[in-house]
Antibody, heavy 121, light 107 residues
Framework: QVQLQQSGPGLVKPSQTLSLTCAISGDTVSSNSAAWNWIRQSPSRGLEWVGRTYYRSKWYNDYAVSVKSRIIINPDTSKNQFSLKLSSVTPEDTAVYYC???????????WGQGTLVTVSS | QSVLTQPPSASGTPGQRVTISCSGSSSNIAVYWYQHLPGTAPKLLIYRNNQRPSGVPDRFSGSKSGTSASLAISGLRSEDEADYYCATWYDSLSGWVFGGGTKLTVL
């Protein structure tokens, strides 16, 4: 059974960097058949995919256009986890952030528990 | 404003059948459906237009015709009250896109 456990601060000041980590059990971050995603949810924007990392003989990343200039998603094979860093945050980045596994054409089949991140001074 | 358009709300009474539409996907691209209950992680309901993951009741069904997809829920129950999102992969964006979500109310 795949489990995703998120960690990271729930409060970030404007202009600073939001950092979250998602620890994986039951699968590996370097799987050749999975992609590791970050998705956020806010009342005003609903669900919004923000990016992913995946391994297919080498590492790849895809990022949403809306955050492309500010986002980095990194795998950590030594700890079997992946992380999200979103820089220069504004109150618009306030949301519940989820990590999720994407598998082939099955979609997002396993999700983390979610982390409410509030951007406020 | 998402490229996938869903009605903002839908409603039905217990036992009824309701459908939620999602328009704007390419005709040759699969659509996925997720159920989101407040305070919980979203749950995959339908993948590849009409496939149900194990554990999802057969009251939930998906279909797609051309650029429009639908989620149908039959035998509506109070616990089905949730937000429902469609999603698809856009090659042109190299990313996933979600619809705006439909809030289902069970009257």
């Amino acid at each position: 059974q795949v489990q995703l456990q998120q960690s990271g601060p729930g409060l970030v000041k404007p202009s600073q960097t939001l950092s979250l980590t998602c620890a994986i059990s039951g699968d590996t971050v370097s799987s050749n058949s999975a992609a590791w995603n970050w998705i956020r949810q806010s009342p005003s924007r609903g669900l919004e995919w923000v990016g992913r990392t995946y391994y297919r003989s080498k590492w790849y990343n895809d990022y949403a256009v809306s955050v492309k200039s500010r986002i980095i998603i990194n795998p950590d094979t030594s700890k079997n986890q992946f992380s999200l860093k979103l820089s220069s945050v504004t109150p618009e980045d306030t949301a519940v952030y989820y990590c999720a596994r994407g598998t082939g054409d099955v979609g997002f089949d396993y999700w983390g528990q979610g982390t409410l991140v509030t951007v406020s001074s | 404003q998402s490229v996938l358009t869903q009605p903002p709300s839908a409603s039905g009474t217990p036992g009824q059948r309701v459908t939620i539409s999602c328009s704007g996907s390419s005709s040759n691209i699969a659509v996925y459906w997720y159920q989101h209950l407040p305070g919980t992680a979203p749950k995959l309901l339908i993948y590849r237009n009409n496939q149900r993951p194990s554990g999802v009741p057969d009251r939930f069904s998906g279909s797609k015709s051309g650029t429009s997809a639908s989620l149908a829920i039959s035998g509506l129950r109070s616990e089905d009250e949730a937000d429902y999102y469609c999603a698809t992969w856009y090659d042109s964006l190299s990313g996933w896109v979600f619809g705006g979500g439909t809030k289902l109310t069970v009257l």
